[in-house]
Structures are given as C-alpha cells and as structure tokens.
T-cell receptor, first 114, second 114 residues
C-alpha cells in the first residue's frame, strides 16, 4: 500500500467517449502529478499541481483535462482520445515540489482507446 | 535541462548472479539521483536515492548505487539477485537549482531466471 490510490485500474474507451481517471492520496502531501507511461519510453510528465494550483502543463493536448479540487484528489478528464493515447497513466504525490523529495506512485490506470 | 540514459532495455540474469543496471545523466548543474522499481502491475517505488555525502548509497534489499560525478553515472548493482527482483528499474535525476521535477529514463527490465 503506497498511500496513493487510482481508479479505475483498467479502462477501455472509444474515441468519442468521455471518461475520468481518479487519484487519491492519504499521505498529507502538497503536490500531485500525472504521468503517462508508454512501453519502452521514458515516463512523460503531464501535469503538476502544488497546493491545488497547476504549476506545470507539459504541452499536453487539450483532450486531457486535469482537475484538482483539493490537495488529496486529482482527476484526469478524457475526451475524444486517439488510439496512441493508450498507455498506463500514473498518478504520484510528494510532500513538496523540490527535487530532493521522493514521489509516491499509484498503481496506475491501464487505458486502452479503441 | 537534464536527461537520463538507460542503455539497456532488458537485462536477463540467472538467480544468484551479480547484476549491474547502467544509468548515465547529463546536467549543467548539480543533481539529485534516484532509482525507482516497478513490479508487475504496480506503480513505481523508490529504491534508493543520492542527495549528498557518501557517493555509495544502499537499499534495504541489497541493491546499491554509486554516484560518479566525473562519469556522470549512477549505476545500480546487486551482488546476488533473486527471482523476486524481476521488475522494471527506472533511473531519475533532478537539478538542484533548476527544475524540481525529476526526469526519468526509459527503464531497464531485469529478468531473473531460475
């Protein structure tokens, strides 16, 4: 148990669907992140929230829309995705946004776009 | 900006053999270095990290990594691997003075055979 919970674990959606990924952390951390993990590629940072404010948007297409209602919850809203968006989406949290602290990851949501 | 290179995408070894997973980085400033491990169907977990001080850092399960500034490397080693060490290993680096967000390598798949 890492303290970061992601739901659902698996998701299959059509290109015209709208769905949301949820992440919850019970660690009292102030920062939360979304990463995309594709096979044999480096982890791609998508979004960073610090104290509920978005501090990084790594040139992510607008079909991905994050939401952070409080420091414990993070959502990723998905709409009109493409097959190349199929990947493992990882949520992470850390105490602060400084380089020396470790990140705690959830188990991920395996997304398949058909 | 920093970057991380993990030269080996896959490393097969037999149980009880030694292993080294290579990691090289590039950065114009001083860095923090991390190794994360991802077991099947799990998120990433911190294995060990180098922040300052002794260049040799150890994990609780027998892995160690040595920071070599002149060679800009942070290779991960274990003298005798177990079947349970089969996993994906990610090297990550963050700048002391720049971006606080760690940059991850593409991962090395360690496969331990009986």
């Amino acid at each position: 148990e890492t303290g970061v919970t992601q739901t659902p674990r698996h998701l299959v959606m059509g290109m015209t669907n709208k769905k949301s990924l949820k992440c919850e952390q019970h660690l009292g951390h102030n920062a939360m992140y979304w990463y995309k993990q594709s096979a044999k590629k480096p982890l791609e940072l998508m979004f960073v929230y610090n104290f509920k404010e978005q501090t990084e948007n790594n040139s992510v297409p607008s079909r991905f829309s994050p939401e952070c209602p409080n420091s414990s919850h993070l959502f990723l809203h998905l709409h009109t995705l493409q097959p190349e968006d199929s990947a493992l989406y990882l949520c992470a949290s850390s105490q602060d946004v400084i380089g020396s602290v470790e990140a705690f990851f959830g188990q991920g949501t395996r997304l398949t776009v058909v | 900006a920093q970057s991380v290179t993990q030269l080996d995408s896959q490393v097969p070894v037999f149980e009880e053999a030694p292993v080294e997973l290579r990691c090289n980085y590039s950065s114009s400033v001083s860095v923090y270095l991390f190794w994360y491990v991802q077991y099947p169907n799990q998120g990433l977990q911190l294995l060990l990290k180098y922040l300052s001080g002794s260049t040799l850092v150890e994990s609780i399960n027998g892995f160690e990594a040595e920071f070599n500034k002149s060679q800009t490397s942070f290779h991960l080693r274990k003298p005798s691997v177990h079947i349970s060490d089969t996993a994906e290993y990610f090297c990550a680096v963050s700048d002391l003075g720049g971006s606080y967000i760690p940059t991850f390598g593409r991962g090395t798949s360690l496969i331990v055979h009986p």
